[in-house]
């Protein structure tokens, strides 16, 4: 039976729902192993929860843009090989450490806890041990990243025993390239965290929230074209957070202008914080307007506390709410489709906030971390040492 596990992290950011469930998955079964140490790539603000919740890790410096992973749109010259060669030689020393590391713990399964590094995984072929790929994200569709040598990649995956995904859609992709055992876990989210019992919509002023890294592919440009098609009445009742961390400057930049020229009341772009929950707490309606959301922490976050989440139709999202049920959807990529269900909400604010308490009951039942934790051990255990 496999009791000792080592978690790979593939960085140190708290800005993305991947370290967040990855904190929580190992605080759920460090009472179901008798060993667990997480390998992190760099200093950062996952090792600061590592500490909290006193599990052992060891930093171990790697380097994997250029080396595993490319941005979709790097071009293929002299310095990117050069930088390709350079790293290749460098995360060889990583690979290095992580053996000792593994060793010294005696570990009998790796855990890949995202697609986005590489070395443990090599470790692990080394030592003849059990690997285990979480995929939480599609790459190329939502963070616009594509591995860097494909072939290579796709056969280091392929010496999985298995891989979890976050979504069907997420494994709906890579079923067509890996050959190894593929199976659909939802992400879960800490109920004591966001769950909050609350009245929604019946304040004058109704809020509005998007959180998530400010780029592109997040959608809050969509958001703010949806706020203007609204009639005047209606836009002068709303008023709109975007919080999130800025990834692309000139995106942001872009969204402030455009406040500016269409004169949007009570639209702010706030940016980062460390207290989402504050913000969650505060909003009648969360809208999730990413291109294609490989699960969608921040739609069952929306859930869980208590506010109406108005998603894409597309992703992971789609998986998470249904549809006039316990969320409401829109057709990815039409700002006048998310207007139209603003506009609804406005004209059905006691269905609405029953759709709402829907979707909070639904997502204690199915997207909880503790469930999560449950369905990942059950796949450890069909594992023999």
Known sequence: MIKRVAFIASSSDMSSGANWSLVKLVVNLRDKLDQIIVIIPEHGALEEHLKKERIKYYLVPQNNIN??????????????????????????????????????????????????????????????????????????????????????????????????????????????????????????????????????????????????????????????????????????????????????????????????????????????????????????????????????RATVEGMLSGALVIGSNSGGTREIIKDMQTGLLYNTGDPNSLADRIEWVFSNKKSAAIIARAGQLDALARFTDVNNAKEIYQRYLTLTN
């Open 67 to 296: 080396c595993w992973y490319s941005l979709i749109d790097q071009k293929n010259d002299f310095m990117t090989f050069f930088k390709y060669i350079f790293k290749l030689l460098l995360n060889r020393r990583a690979i290095h450490s992580i053996v000792t590391i593994l060793k010294t713990n005696h570990i009998q399964l790796v855990h890949m806890n995202t697609l986005t590094s590489y070395a443990g995984a090599v470790a692990a072929n080394k030592l003849k041990l059990r690997l285990v790929w979480h995929i939480r994200e599609f790459m190329e569709e939502d963070i616009g990243i594509k591995f860097t040598r494909p072939q290579k990649a796709i056969a280091l995956l392929n010496t999985s025993v298995r891989v979890i995904c976050i979504s069907k859609a997420v494994a709906e992709k890579y079923t067509r390239i890996i050959n190894v055992p593929v199976d659909v876990v939802y992400n879960g989210v800490n109920e004591n965290d966001y769950y909050t019992s609350r009245g929604i919509l019946d304040n004058k002023l109704i809020s509005v929230l998007i959180s998530g890294r400010i780029t592109p592919s997040k959608g809050q440009y969509e958001l703010l074209q949806a706020l203007n098609s609204l009639p005047t009445e209606i836009q002068d009742r709303i008023e709109c957070k975007i919080v999130g961390k800025v990834e692309n400057k000139a995106y942001a930049e872009r969204l402030n202008n455009f406040i500016k020229d269409t004169n949007l009341k009570h639209v702010e772009v706030i940016g980062p914080t460390d207290n989402i929950k504050k913000y969650l707490k505060q909003s009648d309606i969360i809208c999730v307007c990413s291109k294609r959301e490989a699960f969608g």
